[in-house]
């Protein structure tokens, strides 16, 4: 049996010497090699280079342990207003739309779309002459059947006497008396004609029927109008005074009719879309007499004066309802409530300037200032700023800046901001 050999493979050299030819190595087998030699050298380089200390700063970003400037809140005794927020719709108490009566051709128009009118005053006129001739012929039908009705009477006299005479018979005296009737009749339809005629003539004259802004006319002046038209001649608006209407959850209606129904006036206050500007005060009006059950509300209708027409028909407003005040609370800024692991705290400052978590219970709230009813005392001070670089026995600096006189600078949310030195 054979065994094959291993192949050699010769090759002459430049000067024809006879040899073994050596392997030739690619040159990308080589580039590959050196880029993985020079980024490990990278790597060892990173994980062996020195790590500097940043020099310590000062201020509320300093070093740990470093005093940190905050700006502070005393805890002080005020009054928090009870409310309740719900959207609402401006609703006018009156909207009247102005038809006519009557049917005739549109002669004039007396007001100035967007007018302010006052009940009774004149708004159109429509053509009176075809309701006057009417009103003229039944006034001649009357005074007929008037003396037509007087002869009757006068000779049913005479027939009463001719009987007690016995000079006539007593059934022309009774046919007599039932003409009378007759006549007595016809005069009081002529009557109610009359009245009907009249009435009708003066409702050739349109009057405003209530106070209030007129709107946009419906119908030009020279048209017919009819008692069928549906637009009507004009929409009247009542705008002083005005209602608003908006539902609460009937979880907060005990409170509200507690009050309610105690006698209590509870105010009312409109606020626009972004609840920034208030537009009106006003006060509760009324209540609805059922709960909606597909919702769970009550709605509530408050009235305002609106005498500066800050209110509009139909516009959407927010509105807080004033139930109660709460009186004697202690109260703090809201920036000086935490939320964490103990639930709701503040950070209390010691007279060694240091601070501790104090866990509170929170009442109600009003604006920027929130009750509490747990954990804080009067004139307790606790931090409104720089909380968020805070612990447990950090040490603070507090405010030292004055203002003039002397007082600490004062901050707007009630508490003191810390002074902070001007960059050199």
């Known amino acids: 049996m054979t065994t094959e050999q291993p192949r050699i493979d010769l090759r002459r050299d430049r000067d024809g010497r006879l040899g073994v030819a050596k392997p030739r190595t690619s040159i990308w087998s080589r580039l590959v090699w050196a880029l993985i030699i020079l980024l490990a050298l990278a790597a060892i380089a990173w994980f062996v280079r020195p790590n500097p200390t940043p020099a ?218 972004s609840q920034t500007a208030k537009l009106a005060t006003g006060k509760l009006l009324s209540l609805d007499n059922q709960i909606d059950t597909s919702t769970g509300t009550l709605k509530l209708k408050a009235q305002f004066d609106n005498d500066d027409e800050s209110l509009f028909p139909n516009q959407f407003v927010n509105t807080q309802l004033l139930v109660d005040t709460l009186r004697d609370a202690i109260v703090v800024p809201s920036a000086a409530i935490q939320r964490g692991a103990p639930g709701t705290f503040v950070y209390l400052v010691k007279p060694d300037e240091t601070v501790t978590v104090r866990p509170v219970k929170l009442g109600p709230s009003a604006g920027d200032t929130v009750a509490v009813t747990t954990g804080l005392a009067v004139g307790d001070t606790v931090v409104i700023d720089g909380a968020d670089k805070l612990r447990e026995g950090a040490k603070v600096i507090l405010p030292k800046a004055t203002t003039g006189g002397g007082a600490p600078a004062a901050d707007p949310s009630g508490g003191q901001r810390a002074h902070r030195p001007p960059a050199q």
């Not at 006299?157 to 007595?184: C, F, G, H, N, P």
């Not at 005005?242 to 509870?266: C, M, Q, S, Y």
């Open 56 to 273: 310590p700063r000062g201020g509320r970003f300093g070093a740990s342990g470093a005093p940190m400037a905050v700006g502070v809140a005393t805890a002080k005794q005020g009054d928090i207003p009870l409310t309740l927020a719900a959207l609402g719709t401006v609703t006018p108490l009156a909207t009247v739309t102005v038809r006519t009566q009557i049917a005739g051709q549109l002669m004039e128009l007396g007001f100035q779309e967007g007018q302010i009118v006052k009940k009774g005053d004149f708004l159109a006129q429509i053509d009176p002459r075809p309701y006057q001739f009417t009103l003229d012929q039944d006034l001649g039908q009357l005074t007929r059947d008037q003396a037509l009705l007087q002869t009757a009477r006068l000779d049913l006299e005479r027939y009463k006497t001719l009987v007690a005479q016995d000079s006539i018979a007593r059934q022309t005296r009774d046919t007599q008396a039932s003409l009378v009737q007759q006549y007595e009749g016809t005069v009081a339809s002529d009557t109610a004609q009359v009245n009907t005629a009249r009435l009708n003539l003066a409702y050739c004259r349109i009057v405003a029927p209530a106070s209030g802004r007129v709107g946009l006319r419906q119908v030009d002046q020279g048209n017919y109008v009819q008692t069928s038209d549906t637009n009507g001649i004009v929409v009247i608006t009542q705008l002083q005074p005005i209602t608003v209407v908006f539902t609460l959850p009937e979880d907060n209606l005990p409170a509200v009719t507690k009050r309610f129904h105690g006698g209590a006036t509870l105010e009312v206050s409109a606020f626009d879309r």
